[in-house]
């Protein structure tokens, strides 16, 4: 049975995220342009406040167990766009315009190579 906790989270008007265990939600980047898929990574309440209140995304390092400004150290911020939640309010799409290559590697995406006859091949 659906409590109305739920039942708002689910069709009311409320930014009311649904954290996992760890306080997160997990956060697809996409860039606002081309659509293309930059990133996946994590929020906490602290990194979602954050963006909305910068429109410069956030999100919380698992490793460091720290919020992360996208782009600190680089320069490479990603500018929000657009944010929306999924039904239950336990992802979170962000539309953004990234200011440079978005990967630690360089990559302009993170999802650079796919994978192909039992290997991973870069993507051209």
Known sequence: MTDENEMDR????????????????????T??????????AHMNGEALEKTIETDVVH??????????????TS???LTLTE????????????KARPAGPVCHTGETSCFYRT??????????
């Open 10 to 29: 689910e069709t009311g008007s409320q930014l009311n995220p649904k954290f996992d265990s760890a306080g997160l939600v997990t956060a697809v980047v």
């Open 31 to 40: 860039d606002d342009s081309s659509g293309a898929v930059l990133m996946v």
């Open 59 to 72: 999100f919380y390092s698992r490793s460091r167990q720290a919020l992360w400004k996208k782009g600190e």
């Open 75 to 77: 320069g490479n911020i």
């Open 83 to 94: 944010m929306r939640l999924d039904c239950d309010q336990d992802a979170v799409w962000i």
């Open 115 to 124: 994978y192909k006859d039992g290997k991973l091949e870069r993507i051209a």
